[in-house]
């Protein structure tokens, strides 16, 4: 299979410049993935996501509001606001060696307007290929809902400088 194939890939234009787009995604997260739905590794215990914003930074599936503490569900590659951000992806129920890397790329297509690309690859780490399957083809869907909701976030959201 090739490494095209083993990719889930989605775009979606927002109106906003890239910095606003990129401060969405990461600061404001809570704003847009939506509690209640099944995206959580723990849906009952979540408060809400964070990025740690650096590079080495965790991404958290937050379980403690006072803390910030919670499932670590990846870490920061890259960090380069309003241009790209780079993490590691794992579920709470795979094994070590199963992790996968989002990438969030932000880039102006007009003036006041912004393309979002999330990559999603790294799927071989899968190694049991129906797993695999069921994993790329769930994690395509959900990414399309997903976005969908980052782009009506961004439409209610007043920009920033």
Known sequence: MSVKEMTVQQSVDIPTNPENAFRLWTEGINNWW??????????????GLRFEPRVGGRFIEVYDAATGEGLEIGRIL????????????????????????????????????????????????????????????????????????????????PSRG
């Not at 939506?34 to 408060?47: E, F, I, L, P």
């Open 78 to 157: 890259v960090w380069e606001p309003g241009r790209r951000l780079v993490y590691t992806w794992r579920e709470a129920d795979w094994v070590p060696e199963e992790r996968t890397e989002v990438e969030v790329l932000f880039e102006a297509v007009a003036p006041g307007q912004t393309r979002v690309t999330v990559t999603h690859a790294g799927w071989e780490t899968v190694r049991d290929p129906e797993r695999n399957r069921k994993l790329r083809e769930g994690y395509g869907y959900g990414l399309g809902e997903l976005m969908g909701w980052y782009r009506e976030a961004a439409a209610h959201t």
């Open 34 to 47: 939506r509690r209640g739905s099944h995206y959580w590794n723990d849906a009952k215990r979540a408060v």
